[in-house]
């Protein structure tokens, strides 16, 4: 019985001193930072980090190094804030290593993820200009055409129209 009223007293003391030092603010009440928002934020640096080290194999001309770098970051962060970023980071390593096929499914995602930005329909022309390039005319039309039909941006789709006006002069002087 006189345990009880010890550990019974001892309780009190120690809720006592705790609301004193959550009152003061010396201890919180509830964390700052919950772990779920600790483990998001280490998540960014390690894909901050992963992405900075793609740039370095790009600036240095390691291209196939700068991809698998890119890869792997598409892979294993995905939704993180730089992902146009190495998208772009990306499509720079293909144009750099002849990966025109590489270079228009990466543009086409880009555009995909990201429909109504001006970037990402600078993205779905590219992809259009790489389907020029490796000779499927037929696919680099449907884009085109989608720019001018479907598009806000003038300037964009001026240059699909220009795209579209070339692709046709060269057909025509193939056809003779």
């Known amino acids: 019985m006189r345990q009880n009223s010890i550990i019974r007293q001892l309780g009190n003391k120690v809720f006592f001193t705790l609301g004193i030092l959550i009152s003061a603010g010396i201890v919180p009440l509830a964390a700052d930072r919950s772990v779920s928002q600790i483990f998001a934020e280490e998540r960014t640096k390690q894909g901050d980090l992963l992405f900075k080290k793609a740039k370095e194999f790009l600036e240095d001309r390691n291209h196939y190094q700068s991809v698998e770098s890119c890869k792997s970051f598409l892979i294993l962060y995905p939704g993180h804030p730089r992902t146009r970023e190495v998208r772009k980071a990306l499509s720079s390593n293909y144009r750099m290593t002849g990966d025109i096929l590489a270079l228009a499914e990466n543009e086409l995602k880009i555009y995909k993820e990201y429909p109504n ?37 003038s300037k964009i789709a001026q240059e699909a129209e220009l795209e579209l006006t070339q692709m046709e002069i060269l057909g025509e002087s193939k056809n003779k």
Not at 118 to 147: H, T
């Open 117 to 153: 930005t001006e970037e990402g329909l600078e993205s779905y022309l590219i992809s259009g200009k790489a389907y020029v390039r490796m000779g499927r005319e037929d696919k680099a039309y449907q884009i085109f055409q989608d720019i001018i039909k479907n598009t806000y941006s």
